[in-house]
């Protein structure tokens, strides 16, 4: 079996963040890279144990730089990116299972350093009227491919998030708890990579229970922005205006509209060829 592993640096247990003016900011970087490793090795060494052959691990925080590589266990491999080819789409359809580690929530939602892409730029994102974050955009990304997501890792908002929008079948390991967007009660790391073995252990084991999750066919995704300025610019990536912050993109396939929200025409024209040829299961 191989597993697509999705990573972010906001939600393993003793990472400290604040504001720093514009958004959220990471000030213990070092030590978060380190917290983050910890728990995708742990993770790692509980689907090992359930027959994981090999796991693809995406660092898919922000400049694809937090994962340092000889620090990950040997079943690893990692998937960095840059350009128009985000690390978060898995590079081939084949693979058996998806997990989300060191995840945060959605903006709005009160979980530690919680935002949608953009802690400064994006006030709320919308899928069909629903708000969505990344949690939900990514096991969407990983559902196109026919791959779903058993495990998911981070504060107990991100936690939550999955659980309502997977269903009660996704494992979780809580990481820590938010008392603010900025304010954290870290739990024991100790404990929380022993349960990230156990939990990874029983989500792999119980894969053939696990459905795909229905992905909508008619896709309107809808960004509130935060100010203006930003809005003419997914404006001009081809998004309907709606009003002063507010952008919507449409159309009959998720893939294409969510690549519709971040490249440009012609960009996107080849990035979504790709992924239709990586698409194996459909
Ligand atoms: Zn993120």
Same mark, same amino acid.
């Given at each position: 079996m191989r597993v697509f592993m999705i990573t972010d640096?906001?939600?393993? +247990?003793?990472v400290n963040g604040r504001s720093d003016g514009i958004g959220n900011k990471i000030l213990n970087e070092e030590t978060a890279k380190q917290a983050l490793v910890n728990e995708v090795n742990a993770c790692i060494e509980g689907l090992v144990q359930a027959g994981a052959e090999s796991v693809t691990v995406v660092? &898919? *925080?922000? !400049?694809?730089?937090? =994962?340092? =590589?000889?620090?990950? *266990?040997?079943a690893a491999e990692l998937l960095q990116y840059g350009g128009?080819? *985000? !690390? &978060?789409?898995?590079?081939?359809? #084949?693979?058996?299972a998806a997990v989300q580690i060191g995840v945060h929530a959605m903006? #709005?939602?009160?979980?530690?350093? +919680? *935002?949608?892409?953009s802690s400064h730029g994006i006030s709320e994102m919308r899928l069909n009227g629903e708000p969505i974050g990344e949690i939900g955009i990514c096991t969407l990304v990983c559902a196109w491919f026919g791959i779903p997501t058993i495990l998911v890792s981070g504060d107990e908002a991100a936690c939550a998030e999955a659980q309502n929008f997977i269903g009660p079948m996704v494992e979780t390991v809580p990481t820590k708890i938010a008392h603010s967007r900025y304010s954290v009660r870290n739990y024991s790391p100790t404990k929380v990579y022993a349960a990230l073995r156990e939990n990874s252990k029983r989500a792999l084991e119980k894969l053939p229970r696990f459905t795909v999750p229905p992905i909508p066919k008619d896709v309107e995704l809808v960004y509130e922005l935060m100010c203006p300025n930003l809005a003419d610019g997914m404006e001009n990536l081809g998004g309907e205006r709606q009003d002063f912050r507010t952008v919507r993109y449409k159309g009959d396939d998720f893939m294409r509209v969510w690549l519709d929200t971040q490249h440009s025409d012609s960009s996107v024209t080849a990035h979504y060829a790709h992924l239709l040829s990586m698409r194996k299961r459909q």
């Open positions: 640096l906001e939600g393993p +247990c003793g660092d &898919a *925080h922000g !400049g694809s730089n937090s =994962i340092d =590589i000889f620090k990950l *266990h040997p128009v080819f *985000h !690390g &978060a789409f898995p590079d081939d359809g #084949n693979y058996d903006q #709005n939602s009160g979980g530690y350093l +919680c *935002h949608s892409y």
